[in-house]
């Protein structure tokens, strides 16, 4: 009986084909969500040329950082935020001098693109017709790195009332496409993804606080060749050029 | 509507692991369902809130847990690890998270079925010497079926709608622990809603399904 019923699940696995077949080439990276399009495109690039195969596991950084921090399998991680690779460095996570800085973002607002409201700085969203403003709230990146922004504008005081905090990026353009806010915070990769807002504003990158996707390879990885090898691979002109196809500031 | 290759992977996947767990968990929840439902013990309301827990409990709180419980760097995990069987971020995790999001309302259902058995019928089986466990499947079980099928049918919904400790535990991996709640969250994310709505087309369609279902074996059980 529980032989056959071992069978059975066993059956229904390989018939959907999620048996796993040991292959040392196969490397898992965890990357931040807003990366899923580009690395999609770049592993796609890379595997017809090498005969590893990229799989990710995409998700909110932080989740991310705990899932390595707990000992999950995974090989390397790209993560959207210092502050996640930062926790895991201290802790000894990470493989020593694969550490590498490797993007940037630029933040952004965007307003309803019906908006008919005069917002073209920071400083318009003061206004008495700018009534709420959408922020992913902490420990989202995005939603830190704005705030941090607007206070060394000297502009969080006045503005944080008029502040929503909603749950992440998405949650942002949703409520700005909706018309509920009349502006929001996001970054200019996300602000690319939705046809119903519109950018009126790009913070100047040397005005900005410095927002950095940081990337690593993983300390406990069985799979530190291929991983390095992919790593080598995001580096390389032309992955550079596809980050920047998606909006990326590529950091040297 | 044409469903894409990676659409069709994704919910067999789903329903091929939703449906593992659910036949995981059902001798373990019919054996918890009849113990709550005929027996008593000292501090077994203790142990009743227990089981229930993860129905009300924030999935991704449950799904902490079994992170910490099965990851590499703890005893259970390390245990595992050293046999060769990785549950993080992989079918086992996504298993496992819908085995245990999904028990008590298999529980819960099946304890249902049960206390709605007349015990007399029990009573008179055992007078007439059966010994308990032929009362269990020769009376009991028959009488039950339908609530029990029901119920396995709830947590099989359960299972497919399960993301919270999914997530956590198996992460967000396509083509390999990715199921339709993971798919279509996302696609949300990324903006894709067209390729979210067909998702969510195929999940809203299973879950009536079996929740109709449900509903009719419960209907009819109480008329018979």
Known sequence: ?252 | MILSFETWQITIFSLSVGLASTLLILPFGIATAWLFARKEWPLKSVLETIVLLPLVMPPVSTGLILLKIFGRRNPVGQWLYERGVEIVFNWKGVLIAMAVMSFPLLVRSVRTSFSEVNPRFEQIAATLGASSLRIFFVITIPLAYKGIIAGALLAFSRALGEFGATILLAGNIPGKTQTLSLAIYSFVQLGKDSDAYSLLGITVALAFLFVWCSEWLLRSAKKA
């Open chain 1, 1 to 252: 009986m529980k032989r056959k019923f071992i069978a059975t699940i066993l059956a229904l696995m390989f018939l959907t084909g999620f048996v796993e077949v040991a292959r040392t080439d196969e490397i898992l990276v965890a990357a931040a969500g807003s990366l899923t399009d580009v690395l999609k495109e770049l592993s796609a690039a890379y595997q017809s040329k090498s005969k590893n195969t990229v799989n990710f596991n995409f998700g909110p950084s932080s989740t991310l950082a705990r899932q390595i921090e707990e000992g999950a399998p995974a090989d390397m991680f790209f993560s959207a935020d210092l502050a996640q690779m930062d926790d895991l460095d201290k802790n000894g996570r990470l493989e020593p001098g694969t550490r590498k800085n490797l993007l940037s973002n630029q933040l952004v607002i965007v307003v309803p693109s019906d908006s008919k409201l005069a917002i073209a700085s920071p400083k318009d969203l003061l206004k008495s017709e700018v009534k709420k403003i959408a922020l992913a709230g902490p420990p989202v990146p995005v939603g830190v790195y704005s705030s941090k922004y607007l206070e060394a504008e000297g502009l969080w005081d006045q503005i944080k009332p008029k502040v929503v905090p909603v749950q992440d990026v998405r949650a942002t353009l949703a409520s700005v496409e909706s018309g509920n806010v009349e502006a929001g915070f996001v970054y200019k990769t996300d602000a690319a993804v939705s046809k119903k807002v519109k950018i009126v504003y790009e913070v100047p990158i040397n005005k900005g606080p410095k927002i950095v996707y940081p990337v690593a390879i993983v300390k406990e990885s069985k799979r530190k060749d291929p991983s390095r090898d992919f790593l080598n691979y995001v580096q390389i002109p032309a992955s550079k050029e596809l980050f920047k196809k998606y909006s990326f500031v590529v950091l040297d």
